[in-house]
């Protein structure tokens, strides 16, 4: 089978129903970058991007394999892309990694150029179908682009060529659907704004609801404002439904609600007004960190363990949801610390992600 040397490239994200506020920034990012050139596989992402679509297609992960159905959906592109591999260890569903690897390698067999990218393995445990299929993408020659050293190093011991690039999603404030200020480059003149972003997927729901209570009202001794943020991107908008319980329980505690913020523009320009934010979303932390804002990550999965180890900020991520104040003041006392290696490091950052983006292009 051959493909077509027109540069189209084929954009895979996951779908929607996963709550992937973060996968849907990175794709936006792509089209921003190659919009001529790029389109969509169609997952429901199709309310963003109009008729910017591939075929739709359907992989049933029980029944005939992948490689058997790709000819339809390789004609007429030249390179694929796909986003979202932190599911590699099987954390959400070892079958649809497992089909995104395929469709992967089969393209890169019919003659493509196919791309892993914003690849993270988050845990030593690996499903024996995923190992194979990575063996296979491997022997196709399939590029792998990781989000951290140590995904990288646990592809390595697989004979799996890699390269270590940060998150596509800090390039967010680089496209024009991001509004900007002066505070995002300087990271002075803050107000006295704190966001907190619960996850559902993060779990520990009754702990979450009494950290994220009693944070609220320590931050507010302190002289901070809690903002909270809840992603609207999950079709159960679990997110919201969790920061509401949030909000509830503050009120039978005669403390008022906190302002809820829905969706990622909003937060843009509340980030750009913050001096903390702690979450339950690694994206939420990319975006704060991309503004020069401390952030402290609960952490669920291992991911966003090594996005904070690039930064040397490894003490700010804990599986514990419940913060003590002493941990918040240092967060607060040392806000300026924290700055300083932002100011220099994101730069850093965007370069590599604009040299990866740059790569994909010209390839």
Known sequence: ????????????????YIGNMGDRIVTKVLFGRMSEATYLYDNYFNYLFGNKLAKKLYFNPHGKRVATKITSLTKGFSKYVLLGMDTVDGFYNKDE???????????AQSGGTSWIINFSWSNSHIDDSLLSALN???????????????????????GINSKVCPDLGFLITEYDFVPKTENISSGQGRKDYAVLAPSYT?????RQIKAFTELAISMRTQGLTPVMFASVTNIRKSDSLLAHRINHKLTQLDQHKMALVRDETALMVILQESKL????????AIFALTNLVPSYILEYQGKAAGLLRDFGFESLSSLDPEISDDV??????????YVEVLKREIPLFKHKASQLLNQICED
């Not at 918040?328 to 610390?337: A, H, M, T, V, Y």
Request: a positive charge; proline letters at 4%; charged letters at 20%.
């Open 136 to 158: 296979q993408a491997r022997e196709a020659g399939v590029k792998f682009v990781t989000r951290d050293s140590v995904s990288c190093g646990r592809l390595s011991a697989l």
């Open 328 to 337: 918040l003041r240092g967060l607060i006392d040392n806000s300026n610390g």
């Open 202 to 206: 993060f779990g520990k729901i009754p």
């Open 277 to 284: 934010v702690v979450t339950g979303r690694m994206h939420v």
């Open 97 to 107: 990694a497992r089909i995104k690897i395929e469709i992967a390698t089969a393209f």
């Open 1 to 16: 089978m051959s493909l077509s040397a027109n540069n189209k490239i084929l954009i895979y994200a996951p779908p929607h």
